[in-house]
């Protein structure tokens, strides 16, 4: 029998402490009195939210986990694989994934983390269905997105304006009907010294000197190209098109790392696809990074955007820069938000 991987259920979690833009520009008022104005018209952001300062990212993804398990009808101890996409972990070494685990109670669970920035959240998807594809002892695979990376970045730092903190998760299973269907990648490591934290690892490990000069920090050093999102998410959705088998037409929903709002627009323009094929949550929620995704497919799951039958496109871009696509036919979702 073939074996699919199908997401079967999903949940996010979105913490309860708003920020809004409004105290934006007032915490930068002295220094950059017109960045927060600036950013705000150029990407739709309106607020973010934050979770208390002594919860770690494993916190947020948490709560998201056991949502999408509730949705799934299944126990901690159903998970056969975890996997964690995040590019602001509790750790450098051990995997956020095994600390997942521990807080989760999923005790026959193996883990993993996968690293590539917003592009982590479909790169988990596929990796998942590979799994669940050639192994047939696994039943379930819990994938995870979860972003705080307001807290890795300097108090005088601006760009604070796109970090929220927040988690958004899926539960796959193994079926004989797709379920998935295929998926891409793309990259260009020459952009990797323009946004990032840049030593405590082996480059640089963690000094004083690096610590008070500030490079343990999130930094945005050089901004990327429009043309790399704007370019590189349609080029990655007529890839998976054609290595998919279907048309850009028979696509239902198709959803970007939520960043900009503009971008998704003149991208959907470009595919010649109308804006109601695509989700947004950057309004309300801010950057949420490697969870955006997992966030935007939970939300339009609640809102009755994806329906069983339906073609659903994922499309991560993210710091490096990396990203990464991938395809799902949805063949059933629990009715109802997380």
Known sequence: MNRFGQIIATGSYLPEIEVSNDALRRRFSDDF?????????????KRRWYAPDDWATSDLALRAAERALARAGRSPEEIDLIIVGTDSPDYITPATSVVLQHKLGAGNAGTFDIGCACASFPTGLATAAGWLSTNPSLRTVLVVGVYMMRKLAAADDPTVFFYGDGA?????????NPGFVVAATQADGSYHGNWGIYSGGTFE?????????????VRLVERYPPEINHEGWPRLVRRLASEGGFSLDEIDLVLFTQVRKPSIELVMEN???????????????GYTGSACLAMALDDAVGRGRVKPGNLVVLIGSGV????????FRVQRLPEGKS
């Not at 958004?168 to 004989?176: I, K, M, P, Q, R």
């Not at 490096?320 to 395809?327: F, I, K, L, M, V």
Request: include cysteine; hydrophobic fraction near 40%.
């Open 33 to 45: 009195p017109d960045f927060i104005d600036s950013m705000e018209a150029s990407t739709g952001i």
């Open 320 to 327: 490096g820069y990396n990203q990464a696509g991938c395809a």
């Open 205 to 217: 490990p963690a000094s004083v000197e690096s610590v008070e000069a500030g490079r343990t920090q």
């Open 271 to 285: 595919l010649g696809l109308p804006l109601e094929r695509t989700h947004t949550i950057m309004e309300e929620c």
């Open 168 to 176: 958004g998760a899926a539960v796959l299973e193994a079926a004989s």
